[in-house]
């Protein structure tokens, strides 16, 4: 019996020190410069991305080999004209059934989703829209919908990353930075490409380039593409031989591609909105019906246009098609991913837009080694260029584009090149033809705004619990002299008036000391005094809502939100300051410290 109440009460201690030691990483993560803490919170979210892509990959290719008949997990070629049709309808017809019973309205998911969430609910998303884009995704892949992995592996990796901060009760900061660690990490273990992980995360989704999100950022990328190659092998998802110009005169037809490049993705985001805007009042059936019938018609025709079709982007790199045909399947792609894309089916835009890319710069540089016999031309280099060209125009991530390629191709001879068609092609979209990028564009579609703002953006990196002022003491409304007295001993700044067992307002320390000193001395008359009793007519109360000095009502802020939500709340007038909280136990709310517009305009002016 003894053994058993010790051990009792070491599982006891224990769990209290377990405690003590999270609730210190909770106010420390608050802080922007919470390097260690971060890093190894990216660490752990990379390990759990890393399996989560892991397992869905598995699942997808091994259903799709079975249903492709074992030629592998892109082979719709190899399907009969009746499967190629059926395919995408059976696909949409579970879609339908699954959105309309589970989904309660949650429609939009990827990265758009993944956008929204940290411009208006500081990153958290739902174990609902992980299942949704899971199985959702799993659906579509298989049923050769033209959509890619890469936008469920991002909301997934996302997903994960959030959901474990959301687990731990962390605060809202380093939340949006575990779902930049989930980012990362779900581009990483997609491609087997870490670099463009982080650039993507840091250039799309977290908008920051700070040391604090750096690292973390960094380790969770690392971390998922060491958990996929040990499950999956760590072979190159395109193989191609190394490609460069022949000359400096290819240049001009570099810019040309470039600008064919933009123009092409301007209209694919032009045509996706014009889809959106008007399929977004028909009901999510026929929403999903109406992209898998449009897809199996197009499939029926050209079935290198169902699934990711990575297979066929190998086979343009290396010259496996002609002209002609590149620039049909280019046009096809196009029109079925924006159809799939803008309404609703689960799945990601950058495979689709790395093989619109291809096969446009595969078809161009067939054409150019036609008319051009004397510049040695090679149509795959120019195939290469257009993947990454479109990707950075269509998504408006030039960086993430051009390092994806560098490490999806392994050919550093076409980083100049690169540069050049990418920041040609994002410039002709952007300021040519005034396009944003398909993320913004989608989210706009739906009803769903989008801003960033660079003080918000700052504002968004601090916890509350790292600028609340704690020299602060708790009274209730009436207090006596010597009460009063006892109070000021702890030398508080503020003074937080309670009643009926809520705070109310806050009082000037400086104010208080003020006062008693000026009654003592008889400057002031006794405001708001009333006599505690017949019998003790010489002790009086002191009334601390009605004694001359500074005071602000007070509204309540959870310890895990951040300065940018502080303020939003003191912008609605909810009060004219807040006392941060957190229940400690059900019922009981603990107060952490004080915040003021001065103390939040002090840490963004720091």
């Not at 604090?212 to 960094?218: D, G, T």
Request: proline share 4%; net charge neutral; with cysteine.
């Amino acid at each position: 019996m003894q053994r058993m109440t010790r051990q009792v009460n070491l599982y006891q201690k224990t769990r209290e020190w377990l405690g003590a030691r999270l609730e210190d990483m909770r106010l420390h993560l608050a802080r922007p410069d919470a390097l260690l803490q971060l890093a190894a919170l990216g660490l752990v979210t990379g390990l759990l991305a890393g399996g989560v892509i892991v397992l869905f990959r598995v699942l997808v290719e091994s259903i799709q080999n079975l249903a492709l008949h074992g030629n592998g997990p892109d082979a719709f070629e190899s399907l009969s004209l009746l499967e190629r049709f059926g395919y995408p309808l059976l696909g949409a017809i579970l879609l339908a059934l699954m959105f309309r019973w589970f989904a309660r309205g949650l429609y939009v998911l990827g990265v758009a989703r993944v956008l929204e969430r940290m411009a208006y609910h500081q990153g958290h998303l739902t174990l609902r829209g992980f299942l949704l884009q899971f199985f959702g995704v799993a659906i579509a892949l298989v049923g050769g919908h033209s959509v890619g992995r890469e936008g469920a592996h991002i909301f997934l990796g996302a997903c994960t990353g959030s959901l474990l901060g959301q687990k731990l009760d962390l605060p809202n900061n380093a939340v949006r930075t575990l779902v930049g660690c989930g980012t990362a990490a779900g581009i990483a273990a997609s491609f087997n490409t870490p670099l463009a992980g982080v650039i993507f995360a840091l250039e799309v989704i977290m908008m920051d380039y700070q040391l604090a999100s750096f690292i973390p950022v960094i380790l969770s990328a690392v971390t998922a593409t060491v958990v996929s190659n040990a499950a999956l092998g760590n072979a190159a998802v395109f193989s191609v031989p190394v490609m460069e110009l022949s000359s400096l005169k290819e240049i001009p037809l570099v810019i040309l591609l470039g600008l064919f490049s933009g123009a092409l993705a301007a209209g694919f985001i032009r045509l996706v909105r014009g889809i959106a805007s008007r399929g977004k009042a028909w009901p999510i059936e026929g929403q999903m019906l109406a992209a898998g019938l449009s897809t199996a018609l197009l499939g029926m025709w050209l079935p290198e246009i169902m699934g990711i079709g990575y297979d066929t982007i190998n086979l343009t790199l290396v010259g496996g098609y002609g002209a002609g045909i590149l620039l049909l399947m280019a046009a096809a792609k196009l029109i079925a991913t924006s159809i799939c894309s803008a309404l609703n089916v689960p799945g990601g835009m950058i495979g689709p837009s790395f093989f619109i890319g291809a096969t446009l710069g595969g078809g161009f540089g067939h054409v150019l080694a036609h008319w051009l016999p004397g510049l040695d031309i090679q149509p795959g280099l120019y195939a290469m260029l257009g993947m990454s060209a479109l990707m950075g125009a269509s998504l408006q991530a030039p960086l993430a584009a051009l390092t994806a390629l560098l490490e999806l191709t392994d050919n550093p001879q076409i980083i100049m090149p690169g540069m050049l068609v990418v920041v040609i092609a994002g410039l002709t979209a952007s300021e040519v033809f005034g396009q944003e990028s398909l993320f913004i564009t989608m989210l706009k579609a739906k009803g769903l705004d989008y801003r960033q703002h660079p003080v918000i953006a700052a504002l968004r990196r601090v916890g509350v619990a790292s600028v609340m002022d704690k020299a602060f003491v708790r009274s209730q409304r009436l207090v006596s002299a010597e009460e009063a007295r006892k109070l000021l001993e702890q030398k508080p700044r503020w003074i937080v008036i309670v009643e009926d067992k809520t705070p109310r307002a806050i009082l000037s320390g400086i104010a208080l000391a003020g006062y008693l000193e000026a009654r003592y001395d008889g400057v002031v008359p006794d405001i708001g005094e009333t006599e505690e009793s017949e019998n003790e007519a010489d002790e009086t109360r002191i009334d601390l809502m009605k004694i001359p000095g500074k005071r602000l009502e007070l509204a309540p802020i959870q310890l895990h939100e951040t300065l940018q939500e502080a303020l939003e709340k003191l912008d609605r007038g909810e009060g004219e300051a807040l006392y941060v909280r957190r229940m400690s136990a059900p019922g009981i709310w603990r107060i952490y410290g004080i915040l003021t517009r001065e103390q939040i305009e002090s840490a963004y002016r720091l």
